[in-house]
């Protein structure tokens, strides 16, 4: 049991949101983050692709100075589009030549501004949340709930 929690912790998740001007966004994808720490015991940080920090470096970078040697990166997205399928695996220099999903030793910029990303493991690059039965449940809830 202990080598597996081992394991575990070598194993870093960053979920990603859009960003926004506004707080909403990063509110739920935070609190995302919380239910999903007490139920899995992963290191977890949060990104935001534009106008919202923490930056997707600034959370994988997190943890990185963890220790951790691989890192599951999430967009919180419902679906594909330019930010899941171009702009996020730029910035996670997944977009040089390496299959989606899998690459080594990252020091890449997206913006002037943008932190570096600076970890030397596998970063494996998942769909967003897709149309996924679950997510039915929850439209099924808020309609339910309104009637």
């Given at each position: 049991m202990d080598s597996n929690s081992s394991s575990k912790n070598k194993i870093g998740v960053v979920l990603v949101g859009h960003g926004s001007r506004l707080p909403y966004g990063k509110e739920v994808?935070?609190?995302?983050?919380?239910?999903?720490?007490?139920?899995?015991?992963?290191?977890?940080?949060?990104?935001?692709?534009?106008?919202?920090?923490?930056?997707?470096?600034?959370?994988?970078?997190e943890l990185a100075r963890q220790g951790v040697e691989k890192i599951i990166v999430?967009?919180?997205?419902?679906?594909?589009?330019?930010?899941?399928?171009?702009?996020?695996?730029?910035?996670?220099?997944?977009?040089?030549g390496h299959e989606t999903g899998h690459s080594h030793s990252h020091k890449h910029k997206h913006h002037?501004?943008?932190?570096?990303?600076?970890?030397?493991?596998?970063?494996?690059?998942?769909?967003?949340?897709?149309?996924?039965?679950?997510?039915v449940e929850i439209i099924k809830d808020r309609v339910n709930h309104s009637l």
């Open positions: 994808i935070n609190q995302l983050a919380e239910k999903y720490k007490k139920e899995e015991n992963y290191l977890v940080s949060v990104g935001f692709m534009e106008m919202t920090t923490p930056t997707i470096p600034t959370a994988v970078n999430t967009p919180v997205f419902l679906a594909h589009g330019v930010h899941t399928k171009k702009d996020i695996p730029h910035i996670l220099g997944l977009d040089n002037e501004d943008d932190e570096e990303i600076d970890f030397s493991g596998e970063i494996i690059y998942t769909e967003p949340l897709g149309a996924d039965p679950r997510v």
